[in-house]
Nanobody, 122 residues
């Protein structure tokens, strides 16, 4: 079964940093755009960032622009989300998803990971 696996979540203090990774099982990511989404308790899922298959195009939600950086290493079959200056409102389960192109609409993505918890708290 084609699967994405997120890692790198955890508990961090406000102002701290985390780097999330999204790796693929049984398929290569270099043909896919990868999006990061998050869902906080009681809230709807929201798009955070996306990177094109080549890595030449990136997009960010206004709420994370300037703090988060998405990148990819196709040789390692992995996409990263570097999160700096974290705020309590960034607390959520973070998911990566794959599709042929970037989209802010989660239902358009073909493959999803199981998510990794990010908690920002003092």
């Amino acid at each position: 079964q084609l699967q994405l696996v997120e890692s790198g979540g955890g508990l961090v203090q406000p102002g701290g940093s985390l780097r999330l990774s999204c790796a693929a099982s049984l398929f290569t990511l270099d043909s896919y755009a990868i999006g990061w989404f998050r869902q906080a308790p009681g809230k709807e899922r929201e798009g955070v960032s996306c990177i094109s298959s080549s890595g030449g195009r990136t997009e960010y939600a206004d709420s994370v622009k300037g703090r988060f950086t998405i990148s990819r290493d196709n040789a390692k079959n992995t996409v990263y989300l570097q999160m700096n200056s974290l705020k309590p409102e960034d607390t959520a389960v973070y998911y990566c998803a794959a599709d042929v192109r970037c989209s802010w609409y989660g239902h358009e993505y073909l493959y999803w990971g199981q998510g990794t918890q990010v908690t920002v708290s003092s």
